[in-house]
């Protein structure tokens, strides 16, 4: 039996002993390959275990390590730095707070780029500053290996569902190759250009979302303090001209809508902290 192949993540043929050509799916070839997962807060665990639902071996790290323990459970190999995951696995994905935690996992003393492999694929899907993205791209290369910004929306109850929207930045022909990567834990996955671009659609996704979701807040005060049922005003906007995504998906309201952090102690959500960081990246 002979067998052709053209890098990890490309077409496996096989031939067999009647000389035929058997064709084996990208995705089920590709899920034997490892891949790093660095980052497995409220949004990086419930993208990294549908990886694992989809078939892949994950590697993954947290500066946290009780983070880790459902991942494990799940199968997941479990390693102490991000420079461990870089030793182990030749694509990548890290999903963090801030640019600050993407500079240490990057470029720190225990960091991707101590131990990464050349050709690797490191794909970064945290919120972040667009030109701390490109500074990453420039780093990586510097160690052969390739970056892409890959920021996400949908939030918590999309990455459970295998839901988000991938915006992605980078080189064309690697996105097509982290494609069979998004398509696991994402509906939509929209290449938006070079490095940074991603970023670059993500603050403006963000900073409307911001707007949407205070007028949605104040409109439903508003209305409760006049005396309006909170449940009856979001019907009632959710059929008019003012229904958006923060009023008919992510309500702001306890009581109003199930599954969502106000029917939850407003745990699990995308904290104004970060949500700052929009205004922060576009007007400093």
């Known amino acids: 039996m002979a067998a052709l192949f053209r890098g ?18 990208k995705r089920s070839m590709a899920s034997k390959t490892p891949v790093g997962f660095i980052g497995l807060g409220n949004m990086g665990s419930p993208m990294a275990k549908n990886l694992i639902k989809n078939g892949y071996h994950v590697i993954a790290t947290d500066v946290f390590p009780e983070s880790c323990k459902e991942l494990q459970d ?9 420079a ?14 801030s640019s600050p935690n993407v500079i240490e996992v990057y470029t720190g003393p225990n960091g991707i780029l ?30 052969g290996a390739v970056f892409m910004d890959a920021p996400v929306s949908g939030g918590v109850g999309a990455a459970s569902m295998a839901k988000l929207t991938f915006m992605v930045g980078g080189l064309e022909e690697e996105f097509k190759a982290a494609q069979e ?17 991603g970023q670059a659609a993500k603050l403006c ?10 007028g949605t807040a104040e409109t439903m005060n508003l209305g409760i303090r006049l005396g309006l049922d909170p449940k009856l005003l979001a019907k009632i906007l959710n059929m008019s ?6 009023s008919d998906t992510y309500n702001p309201v306890p009581g109003v809508m199930d599954g969502v952090p106000s029917a939850n102690n407003y745990q699990g959500g995308f904290g104004t902290t970060l949500m700052a960081k ?5 007007f400093v």
Not at 205 to 214: C, K, Q
Not at 241 to 246: I, K, T
């Open 8 to 25: 990890s993540r490309s077409i496996w043929f096989r031939w067999n002993k009647h000389v035929d050509f058997v064709f084996v799916s």
């Open 74 to 82: 799940m199968g997941a190999q479990v390693v102490d730095s991000p």
């Open 84 to 97: 461990d995951v870089a030793e182990k696995a030749d694509r990548i994905i890290t999903m963090l707070p």
């Open 114 to 143: 101590k131990k990464v492999k050349k050709g690797t694929l490191l794909v970064d899907s945290s919120t972040i500053d667009l030109a701390v993205a490109k500074e990453m791209a420039v780093a990586a290369e510097k160690m």
């Open 181 to 197: 990567l998004f398509t696991c834990m994402g509906a939509n996955v929209v290449y938006c250009g070079q490095v940074g671009t």
């Open 205 to 214: 996704n963000n900073m409307l979302l911001a707007i949407g979701m205070v």
């Open 241 to 246: 001209s003012g229904r958006c995504w923060s």
């Open 278 to 282: 929009v205004f922060t990246f576009c």
